[in-house]
Nanobody
């Protein structure tokens, strides 16, 4: 079984910064792409940032230049550095990862964390 656990959420003032972490644990052979999603109240979940196993990154237009996704493969952890935060960044942030648990023949499954709340408000 694989678990993803996010941390780092909380209350932050507009213009401030916050760093989210998501650690994968359990039976893991290989982690491929890792992503951060967010869901604001009354809205659909949206993709915020992606990082491949090779380190290539992609961002939603709404966060480009403000958010940075990174990963530490030795720790099976993905990070989201959020700078210049705006009230519209308020949401529950979820991490997602594509993981093989045994070997290269294992199915590639998508796992989700439980989410961490980020509130941007003065």
């Amino acid at each position: 079984q694989v678990n993803l656990v996010e941390s780092g959420g909380g209350l932050v003032q507009p213009g401030g910064s916050r760093r989210l972490s998501c650690a994968a644990s359990g039976r893991i052979f290989r982690i491929y792409a890792m992503r951060w999603y967010r869901q604001a109240p009354g809205k659909q979940r949206e993709l915020v940032a992606t990082i491949t196993s090779g380190g290539s990154t992609d961002y939603a237009d709404s966060v480009k230049g403000r958010f940075t996704i990174s990963r530490d493969n030795a720790k099976n952890t993905v990070y989201l550095q959020m700078d210049s935060l705006k009230p519209e960044d308020t949401a529950v942030y979820y991490c997602n990862a594509n993981i093989q648990d045994r070997d290269f023949s294992s199915p590639l499954l998508a796992y989700w964390g439980q989410g961490t709340q980020v509130t941007v408000s003065s």
